[in-house]
């Protein structure tokens, strides 16, 4: 079988076909990553998989992060602590089996509040709702391109600080306390422009919207400053749309894209499976000159 694909828009995401994961040989890794590297989203449909040829496969791109220990502890799948589940289901006490709830999710990049973010991470769908629940993706190089010359100028330089004190279903991290002032809340200061670490291409690294603050600015200018960058960042052009069907896996590049989740009907049960690869790169400013 020959991997074939077809951008899921010009800007972003790239349907992927020809290749089973549960089977899948280096040769075709190579081809995978290789498309995954130019288009950032990659969509894989009709997987049939287990949880152990899925976290073979996550482990293809690198050594894995396990999830995150929130208030309620980690929520991994039983027998697969590196593999997260992101679900609204709940045990017979109430207890959540999974993360993020039923919420509506904004737009973001996941775990940017640390030095080294994850560069990778992939959802496999499980169970999903009649409605709701989609996955939406916006290309940051993309958005880049599509800012006026001023503007990128003028962020050229700056950087910009990752919350840490919330997480992409708005809940406070643990061992951290509530703080709404972008300019005091915990976080991780990066470059606003990096380079991709493994192409070299000039990206937007944003993280959230929530607290994020450009330090130096006061707190006004800063706020203004990040709506319009978030205006060309999350404009339809440079975004994707992912509606789920059972047996598919999304990959994305982390440094290159911020992704969000509609809500769904609350009595209805959505579950995925999420790997995220370990991260290995500092965000590092692009090179300016080549900016010029
Ligand atoms: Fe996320």
Redesign the pocket.
């Known amino acids: 079988m020959q991997i074939e694909f077809s951008p899921v828009t010009p800007a972003i995401g790239a349907w992927v076909q020809g290749v089973s994961l549960a089977t899948i040989t280096p040769a075709q890794f190579d081809r995978l990553y290789a498309i995954w590297q130019q288009h950032h989203v990659v969509v894989l449909r009709d997987q049939v998989l287990d949880n152990g040829q899925f976290e073979r496969f996550s482990a293809m791109l690198g050594e894995l992060d396990p999830p995150p220990n929130q208030g309620a502890g980690r929520k991994s799948v039983p027998g697969h602590p590196n593999l997260y589940v992101v679900s609204n289901r709940k045990n017979g006490e109430g207890e959540p089996l999974g993360a993020?709830g039923d919420g509506e999710?904004l737009w973001?990049?996941?775990m940017s509040y640390l030095e080294r973010p994850p560069f990778a991470?992939m959802l496999w769908s499980i169970e999903l709702p009649a409605s709701g629940g989609d996955t939406c993706f916006a290309s940051m190089p993309a958005a880049l391109r599509g800012m006026p010359q001023d503007l990128v100028s003028r962020i050229e330089r700056l950087r910009i600080k990752h919350d840490g004190t919330y997480d992409?279903g708005g809940y406070v991290r643990k061992g951290v306390a509530a703080n709404d002032n972008p300019a005091e809340s915990v976080g991780t200061l990066h470059p606003i422009i990096i380079s991709q670490p493994e192409t070299g291409e000039r990206t937007l690294y944003l993280g959230r919207r929530r607290n994020a603050y450009i330090p130096g600015l006061p707190l006004a200018e800063s706020e203004a400053l990040l709506n319009a960058i978030w205006g060309y960042a999350t404009a339809p052009q440079v975004t994707m749309r992912h509606q789920w069907r059972l047996g598919d896996v999304v990959l994305w590049n982390n440094f290159t894209t911020m992704?969000r989740?509609d809500g769904f009907p609350p009595e209805q049960f959505r579950t995925l499976h999420r790997s995220q690869i370990k991260g290995q790169y500092v965000p590092t400013a692009a090179n300016q000159k080549e900016a010029a």
């Open positions: 993020l999710a973001h990049t996941d991470s992409s992704h989740r």
